[in-house]
């Protein structure tokens, strides 16, 4: 994993949601999940706010490989279409890709399937690129 999203990702929320990262470029984010009780709504399904945190993870990290030095980025819009549940004990995979990078937003997609390949969500989200690195 790039060192920048290491520093970042180490025992914070993702990291402690169990996010997996498999791949981390410019171009593409690839990440797996594993489906926990404890991130279940009703028995054996996740909650659909699982799967919009997976996807917000994967589209700010690779908004952050594309940023200049110094700035940081935060989600300002995103868009979520559920289409299949994702069960307990099993893993999801997460690819983003971008959109669109540019000077101060980037637009990415995020397609997160299940074990059998099966589509559980498509999630679109726009970060502003904050010029500085504070955050705010």
């Known amino acids: ?33 594993l489906i ?9 399904r996740a909650h659909g706010g699982v799967l ?7 589209g700010a990290f690779g908004t952050i490989l594309n940023l200049p030095e110094a700035a940081s980025t935060s989600t300002i819009e995103s868009k979520t279409n ?19 990078r540019g000077r101060t937003t980037m637009v990415w997609q995020t397609r997160i399937t299940r074990e059998d390949g099966k589509l559980c969500a498509l999630v679109i989200q726009t970060q502003i690129v904050l010029p500085g690195g504070d955050g705010s």
Do not use: N, Y
């Open 52 to 58: 919009m945190s997976f996807a917000d993870t994967l």
């Open 82 to 100: 559920f289409f299949a549940t994702a069960p307990c004990d099993q893993k999801i995979f997460g690819e983003a890709t971008p959109l669109h």
């Open 36 to 44: 926990r009780d404890d991130l279940c709504t009703v028995p054996g």
């Open 1 to 33: 994993m790039d060192a920048r999203l290491e520093a970042i990702f180490r025992g914070r929320f993702a990291d402690r949601l169990g996010v997996r990262i498999v791949e981390a470029t410019p171009e593409r984010v690839q990440a797996e999940l």
